[in-house]
């Protein structure tokens, strides 16, 4: 009773998604560093010798990233695989992966929203403290402070913005975005 019971209540607690996939968070962990990490030098050396205008297009890169990234997370979560049965039948391009896709809508959606999203999220928020550094010479007056928080409002205002917006989209439209996904991760595996 003591193995077989034990053996069998694994089974269950996995079955039902309460148990942990720790070589999952092990690999999202790793792959989460290894982004940042990349994303923020990056983003660091671009910014060291750019104007303000291209530094603000940087700005609205990230925050953009992490909204697309938003969307085809929540799109994977609310997706059903319903419809791309019958077009993997037919052997259209990115059925397969659609339904892979849906399939791993937990990890596509931990990816997109919680890796790339919040690392987006991270990075803009840098990047808006080096724009404001440059712009306010490190002055302590009152424009200054102004100025800081006038970007710092933005960047939030149009990341929880982007991202509501997105949501409903992505709700509204997960099918056509995973599809979408799918077409794109065809084409990237053909051309390997």
Known sequence: ???????????????????VNVRWVVTISVTSFLISVTLSYFSQRALEN????????????????????DIIGVAS??????????????????????????????????????????????????????IITHLTN????????LLSLAISGGVASLTIGGKAIGKTFGISRSEDIVFLVGRLLAFFSWKK
């Open 1 to 19: 009773m003591d193995s077989d019971s034990g053996k069998s209540k694994k089974k269950v607690k996995s079955k039902q998604g309460s148990g």
């Open 77 to 130: 979560t609310a997706s059903s695989e319903k419809r791309f049965h019958s077009m993997a039948a037919r052997k259209v391009p990115g059925a397969k992966q659609a339904i892979w896709i849906v399939r791993n809508a937990e990890k596509v959606g931990s990816f997109c929203n919680d890796v790339v999203g919040d690392i987006s999220g991270i990075i803009s928020g840098s990047t808006s403290a080096v």
């Open 50 to 69: 750019v104007g303000n205008i291209i530094a603000f297009t940087i700005l609205l890169a990230f925050i953009g990233l992490g909204i697309l990234f």
């Open 138 to 145: 490190n002055a302590n007056d009152w424009k200054s402070v």
